[in-house]
């Protein structure tokens, strides 16, 4: 999915967070944003994920300016096209991995039988086809990530925003997640835009970008 923002503005309790922020996503494209804590990088990503509005400015993706949509559609447009990756995996507890990863079809309507065969294909394709009917808690956090990436791809996004995924992982696990991350969007054709503050994953990236005094920039 293409992504572009223009003149984009957002500030906090008058402190500017993006300031005149442009930025044209290309479809596949594996970009990384990087930045300290606190810099941005998670509000750009509610930007584009329609999850938060713009000060000034547009969000446009595929030609669609969100902010010209009222709610029901930016849910509809975020359930449909957008998969979400979150540092702390926000899995379902009362679910078990196969049910979590069914969460997104089930919204989207998809039937019994053919969200079956999607979940199989996932849990195979992510090494948790031993996992399906254990719950998080019973996850180490590398499993845990896996079904949370399982979750964000289950419905086909052309979009996957990913905040901070490897944040909470060790380094061994972190750098399985990212390979299994760079492999499964690019197989697909699926759009990827990571924020981060660790310069390892950087190495995924198509293009990496850096959020610097409230301005985007090119980090190499």
Do not use: W
């Amino acid at each position: 999915m293409s992504v572009e923002l223009r003149h984009v503005s957002k500030a906090y309790a008058g402190q500017p967070v993006l300031s005149d922020a442009n930025l044209e996503v290309r479809d596949g494209e594996l970009l990384v944003i990087l930045g300290r804590s606190g810099s941005g990088k998670s509000t750009l990503l509610k930007l584009i994920g329609g999850l938060d509005t713009p000060d000034a400015g547009a969000v446009v993706h595929a030609g669609r300016d969100l902010s010209a949509m009222n709610d029901t559609e930016r849910t509809r447009f975020r359930r449909q096209s957008l998969g979400f990756v979150f540092q702390f995996f926000n899995l379902i507890p009362t679910l078990n991995v196969a049910e979590n990863i069914r969460l997104p079809l089930a919204l989207n309507g998809c039937a019994d039988s053919p969200a079956d065969a999607r979940i199989a294909s996932l849990l195979q394709t992510l090494a948790l086809h031993e996992c399906a009917a254990r719950f998080p808690e019973e996850l180490s956090g590398g499993e845990q990530q896996r079904v949370a990436l399982a979750r964000a791809l289950a419905h086909g996004p052309r979009l996957i925003l990913a905040d901070e995924p490897t944040g909470n992982l060790d380094s061994e696990t972190a750098e399985q997640v990212l390979a299994l991350l760079d492999k499964t969007c690019r197989e697909s054709g699926t759009t990827l835009i990571v924020a981060t503050h660790s310069n390892d994953v950087a190495g995924i990236a198509d293009r990496v970008l850096r959020i610097r005094n409230a301005a985007l920039e090119a980090a190499r």
